[in-house]
């Protein structure tokens, strides 16, 4: 695989990882839509298996090219840079966009997921009752999730690491969204902001020498916090791709089918008209996080007045289903190049 692929394709593979990074982290948007939708899911799925027992052999043998060779490690390594480049600029990027043009930005994931659907049901042949029985309980399953109400933050470490696991299932599940589970858990602000903002002044206080933070309770607590919740997120992703790469073969129909289902699901989450309802106190003001922004606590969805505004929204849900179907023509013409 690796030596058929070109720099353009290894170029691709970043910018592929740079989309995976941009949705996980938009709650509602699921990263998984995107491998599954530029054609590499399945290989990225069977190559996260491969971190098994015999690689962990391999790396702690010193045996490091064999190890990089066997779990695809090229693939994973460029799709993974793309992943944290995302994370220091594509996110920064959506936080900015989301602040100032949140019905567009909402309108063009919609968009992207309605395309999403179309993509995966056209070449989809194997509809019976099975399937249509798990296409059912998927839309169940998704829709069910956008109308949960959230609970309370829990920083109890074994639930910090359950939290781990869970939010990786938005790399790995196409329509579920991590970073929605996550708010839905009460512990989106806790993990992927306080925490996050904990590390970043760690790390700059120790480039200036200052190592004062060790002395700092609430500060070890976050950093506890956040690599417990890391050992969670790889133990989620190790275990969910051994999981769904067994089912991906032995039920391929059946997956694919539940798949379409948690992706329709999903439609509710990014429903474009909403207003986001942020927490409270019980005196009437805002509770911000660590970085001093509001915290969301669930949206309200609504139908919009036909404007100019609505207009707009529609026009970015056609982009947003251009985009997909982009990706779709990218992929397709990457698998005849490999065949």
Not at 2 to 30: C, H, Q, W, Y
Not at 126 to 149: Q, R
Not at 161 to 189: A, D, E, K, W
Request: charged letters at 15%.
């Amino acid at each position: 695989m690796e030596s058929t692929r070109t720099l353009t394709d290894k170029i691709f593979l970043i910018l592929k990882g740079l989309g995976m990074g941009a949705a996980n982290k938009v709650p509602g948007v699921s990263g998984g839509v995107v491998a599954f939708v530029a054609g590499f899911y399945e290989e990225f799925i069977y190559s996260l298996k491969k971190v098994n027992g015999k690689a962990f052999k391999l790396l702690i043998n010193g045996r490091f090219k064999s190890f990089f060779n066997y779990i695809n490690g090229r693939f994973l390594s460029l799709l993974f840079l793309g992943m944290i480049i995302s994370y220091f600029s594509i996110s920064k990027i959506l936080d900015y966009l989301i602040v100032h043009y949140e019905l567009y930005v909402w309108s063009v994931f919609f968009g992207m997921i309605l395309g999403s659907i179309y993509y995966i049901n056209k070449d989809f042949r194997d509809w019976n009752y099975k399937t249509y029985t798990s296409l059912t309980i998927g839309i169940i399953v998704g829709l069910s999730i956008s109308l949960f109400n959230p609970a309370k933050e829990n920083d109890n470490l074994w639930f910090v690491f359950f939290c781990g696991i869970i939010s990786v299932s938005g790399m790995t599940l196409p329509g579920f969204s991590g970073s929605f589970i996550l708010i839905l858990l009460g512990n989106y602000v806790l993990l992927l902001v306080d925490s996050v903002n904990a590390l970043y002044d760690t790390f700059y206080e120790i480039l200036g020498g200052n190592f004062t933070f060790i002395n700092n309770i609430e500060r070890v607590r976050m950093l506890k916090v956040l690599a417990v919740f890391t050992l969670g997120s790889v133990t989620g992703l190790v275990t969910f791709s051994h999981a769904l790469s067994y089912i991906l073969k032995h039920y391929k129909s059946i997956t694919i089918s539940a798949i379409i289902g948690f992706i329709i699901g999903s439609l509710g989450v990014v429903w474009p008209w909403k207003e986001t309802a942020y927490k409270m106190n019980i005196d009437g003001h805002f509770i911000l996080d660590s970085g001093g922004k509001k915290i969301i606590e669930n949206y309200k969805r609504f139908i919009p007045e036909l404007n100019t505004e609505t207009y707009y929204a529609i026009a970015f849900i056609f982009f947003g289903v251009t985009i997909v179907l982009a990706l779709e023509w990218y992929g397709q013409k990457t698998r005849k190049t490999h065949e």
